[in-house]
């Protein structure tokens, strides 16, 4: 359901959580890097974290990305939307401009549960919870 550039500002931002802070930054080579993504997408990815809010960034000789406290404290919803748009969770699932609700595609229904759901989880998830629950389990980002 996310686009690519969705999923890999969601991995950036729990990367970021877990392993930079304003004392210690990191570069969009050492994100691109451990996330084995591309330098220079990521970076355009970062970008717009940045301009959002989402995400912290300082320049200069030791500057680079990180996550301030406030920043911490979004959720993945403001990550997702930031990057597919607000209507990735309104849109019609099979991109047909006149599905609603009044007038439903065949999917729209399904669709809907699944997208309500999958809302409703990550409009609660603070970032700082999620990438403690990822380091919890051990997982690869």
């Known amino acids: 359901m996310f686009s690519k550039s969705c999923k890999y500002a969601i991995r950036a931002v729990l990367y970021l959580a877990a392993n930079a802070s304003e004392a210690q930054k990191a570069g969009v080579k050492e994100i691109a890097d451990a996330l084995d993504v591309p330098k220079h997408f990521l970076a355009k990815i970062l970008q717009d974290l940045s301009r959002h809010n989402l995400i912290s960034s300082a320049k200069g000789p030791s500057g680079g990305f990180f996550l301030s406290e406030k920043n911490r404290r ?37 669709a809907m549960k699944y997208r309500n759901g999958l809302l409703d989880l990550i409009e609660h998830q603070p970032i700082e919870e999620v990438a403690r629950k990822v380091r919890e389990k051990g997982l690869q980002l």
Not at 94 to 110: A, D, I, T, Y
Request: aromatic residues 2%; charged residues 15%.
């Open 74 to 110: 979004a959720t993945l919803r403001s990550v997702v939307e930031s990057i597919d748009g607000p209507d990735i969770f309104t849109s019609c699932i099979l991109g047909l401009p006149v599905c609603s609700s009044e007038n439903p595609c065949p999917l729209h229904s399904q």
